[in-house]
């Protein structure tokens, strides 16, 4: 991982993955010159302040923008925050890389922190980690996505679990109890059907987004990520299937990114939805009198959610890390980050901010207690990870389509699988 030439090697192959032009990969020969596109070109170093990149659009930029004002009011200390389209983040950080213009501060994902540290963009924080000792202040699933090889690459942002949301009166309605298993769940999205409505609503469209509910069906099933070729592989496909055919669940699905599950369950066009808590906010505010219950995701060999997480990490190029670590460390405060992650609708990420009183409301708590049981893959399976859930979804896909049998989808997931392990 020390070696430059293999990291040199390791950023090119990374940015060639993702289909950059002739002009980017030229970048990556020994004295080539960065792309000129202004995404990748910036220089890192700013003008003495720290130089900050995110991904948070919408509504999540005047949350983390104003955070880090916040710290410049009580520190004098100058940050430049810099926005990033996601779908455009990690190649431009990439790119940057080729030419020594990354930021001090990069926020990632969770799932992507191990591909930047073996690429050699990321510093090493163990050392300072292990004299602030606050390590053990973390939520196991999210610190867990910031070690590669025994060493602290990151520190965790904001998290993010996955439940089962219910519309208390399309349940009751529909003569159907709470449910706590994937098999309950089957009956209850079965009998909340009909007259236009479906019982369950999940994403389900192409890309890695739309692989997380049938990935968490597989994960409770037991399933192991490396091993879809599988009897947990069929029980998740074939219980989605059953889904589909008995009326359970909407072609539609296929087409739904998390906001249109969204808006299935807010309009009651669906008794159920698997989706994050992301969403409390605005179903409060834009449908107050639906009644709803939020479960935790049902159980079948084991308990399992979904952790969605980020992490701030400080670029091996950073002109001034130091100042870089006290602005992640001043962002870790229990009172700080209870202040932010509302406006966010995100999760705490530590336990001792979880200890606050706002997150032992009912609702909030099935999410942050989810936090034990969040899924996240390991350092050998994330850098891998887009490809083989992007796989994954395309193996749901043309079985709900109907194109595939549930053993030729899973063979060839398998294969998809073993190819992006490098197995």
């Not at 004098?76 to 779908?87: L, T």
């Not at 236009?196 to 739309?210: H, M, P, Q, S, W």
């Not at 336990?351 to 969040?374: H, M, N, S």
Request: aromatic share 8%; proline share 4%; with cysteine.
């Amino acid at each position: 991982m020390t070696n430059p030439r293999s990291n040199f090697t390791r950023r090119c192959a990374l940015i060639g993955g993702l289909g950059l032009s002739a002009a980017a990969l030229a970048a990556c020969t020994p004295g080539g010159t960065p792309a000129s596109d202004d995404s990748a070109s910036s220089d890192g170093g700013g003008d003495g302040a720290i130089t900050f990149w995110h991904y948070y659009g919408g509504a999540a930029t005047a949350p983390i923008e104003a955070l880090v004002k916040r710290y410049t009011e009580e520190t004098g200390v100058e940050v430049d925050i810099r926005y990033i389209p996601f779908g455009d983040f990690n190649r431009t950080l990439l790119q940057a890389a080729t030419g020594d213009g990354l930021p001090d501060i990069a926020l990632v994902n969770a799932f992507d922190t191990a591909l930047f540290a073996d690429s050699g963009m990321l510093l090493d924080l163990s050392d300072r980690v292990t004299e602030w000792g606050q390590q053990d202040s973390y939520f196991a699933g999210p610190w867990a996505t910031t070690q590669v090889e025994g060493a602290t690459f990151g520190l965790p942002h904001v998290a993010d679990t996955y439940a089962l949301w219910t519309n208390t009166a399309a349940l009751e309605a529909a003569g159907a109890k709470a449910p706590t298993t994937w098999a309950e769940t089957e009956e209850a999205a079965i009998a909340a059907s009909g007259d236009g409505t479906f019982g369950l609503a999940f994403c389900g469209i192409n890309g890695v987004e739309g692989a997380t509910a049938w990935l968490l069906r597989f994960l409770a099933a037991g399933g192991d990520v490396t091993e879809f070729a599988s009897e947990a592989g069929t029980t998740a496909m074939e219980s989605f299937q059953r889904l589909l055919q008995d009326g359970g669940i909407s072609e539609g699905v296929l087409t739904w990114n998390e906001d249109d599950t969204y808006t299935q369950f807010r309009s009651e066009a669906a008794a159920m939805m698997i989706n994050s808590a992301s969403y409390l906010t605005s179903l409060a505010e834009e449908a107050p009198d639906l009644k709803f219950e939020v479960l935790p995701m049902p159980a079948d060999a084991i308990n399992v959610s979904w952790l969605s997480a980020e992490n701030l990490t400080i670029t091996s190029s950073a002109s001034n890390p130091d100042a870089a670590w006290e602005l992640l460390t001043w962002m870790q405060q229990p009172e700080v980050m209870n202040e932010y992650l509302p406006d966010r609708n995100k999760l705490p990420v530590r336990t001792d901010t979880a200890e606050d009183e706002q997150w032992q409301e009912p609702i909030k708590k099935v999410f942050v207690d989810q936090l034990e049981v969040a899924w996240a893959p390991d350092e050998e399976v994330a850098p891998a990870s887009a490809e083989i859930f992007t796989a994954a979804q395309l193996a749901m896909q043309s079985v709900l389509s109907g194109s595939t049998s549930v053993d030729a989808a899973l063979t060839e997931l398998q294969k998809a699988t073993d190819d992006a392990l490098g197995a």
